[in-house]
């Protein structure tokens, strides 16, 4: 595992019970940084530990590697890993640019290796029984894919790491903004519906999105995104780090007979006809789903790179967009003290509801503080 604090400790409570019930040998552990001590899942003896992921591919030589690293070091990494002969589970976004995206397909069908990509809620039985209800006509024709949610993200979060609010890092894309890592889950669940919906992949004609940020970072913190699809429904992301009232995430998929709402980061789902929302219980892990296939290809990976295609694509619509707009004086303000201070826009969580219900971007729906969207028609 290279890449192991973190979000990686997450990843070692996964492997833990993986490793303890035989299922797997946990190896090594690779990071610059000392290893954190994490109590739910104590490193196993005999694992051993590195600062360089080369030296540790040449030494260990593992089957599988889980890359948990920052976005802009993903792709060096994974073609290092693959090139000595390892399958990954790479966590998102698993690399920042379309160009990127086909030189590590081109690695690993060089290699016959394959990369899991750690979209984790698409393992969701929860999103399998929306896609269900939107394919077998549940919802009429579906006519709109939305997702909104609103978060906040205190001022110790864009301190945590030198790539935390970064374009660019190191002369490499990062784009850590809201749409491109903390809410890429929304991002892809709605990208999945689409593919479900039309059952082909997004193929995306125009990419339109407004991007604002609250804080002196260089990308967005709230941004509303259009895409248009060749082929399918139009899909908006409305999405905030400087949200008002908590929404965790919704997928709001319409059709002309109904409307299916799932929140994917607990599962609840709620479809046309019943009272309320209902958990559906049940997540396939993405690197026991990767264990499985490399036992049987017959078993379909998850999130393999290539499902990841149009996500990429949106990243790089987004790369190419301009700093986003900064929002302030009375506009904002401050809740909390010291390094847990947090940043609320006045009124985004309506602006994002009626984006992702209405399927229109803040600027056409006569929002004062909204601008201009970038507008890009793919392929360009
Ligand atoms: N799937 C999810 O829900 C989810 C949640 C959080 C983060 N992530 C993703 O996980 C990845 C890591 O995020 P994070 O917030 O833990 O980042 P982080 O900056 O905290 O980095 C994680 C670890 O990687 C180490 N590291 C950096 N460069 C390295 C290198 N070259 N070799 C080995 N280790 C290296 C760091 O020292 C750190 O310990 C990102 O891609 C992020 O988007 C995914």
Known sequence: MIGANGHGRWHRRVIGPLHDAGRLRLVALVDPRPIEEEPAAPVPAGTRIFT????????????????????????????????????????????????????????????????????????SAALTALTDAA???????????????AWQRPDAYYARAPWAGRRLLDGRPVLDGALANPLAHAVMQCLAVAEAVTGQPVEPATVEVERYRVRPIEVDDTAVLRLRQVVGPPIVAAVTLAGEDFIAGEVIVTGTGGRAVLEYPTDRLWLPGEAGPQVVPGRQG???????????????????????????????????????????????????????????IRGVNAVLRRAAERGELPSESGVAWAVAPWRVTTPE
Do not use: W, Y
């Open 52 to 123: 360089d992921h080369r030296a540790m591919l040449a030494e260990v030589a593992p089957e599988v590697v889980v890359i948990c690293t920052p976005p802009h070091t993903h792709l060096p990494i994974a073609r290092d890993a693959v090139t000595a002969g390892a399958d990954l589970l790479l966590e998102k976004p698993p690399v920042l640019t379309s160009g990127e995206h086909e030189e590590l397909a081109g690695a690993l069908a060089t290699t016959g290796r394959v990369a899991q990509v750690g979209f984790q809620a698409l393992g």
């Open 135 to 149: 394919t077998t006509g549940r919802l009429g024709t579906v006519t709109g894919i939305a997702t909104v949610a």
């Open 286 to 344: 993405l690197l026991e789903n990767l264990l499985a296939h490399r036992a049987d290809r017959r078993v379909p990976l998850i999130a393999p790179l290539a499902r990841t295609a149009a996500f990429t694509a949106v990243l790089t619509a987004v790369q190419a967009a301009p700093e986003p707009t900064l929002l302030g004086g009375d506009l904002v303000e401050a809740v909390g003290e010291g390094t847990q201070r947090v940043l609320r």
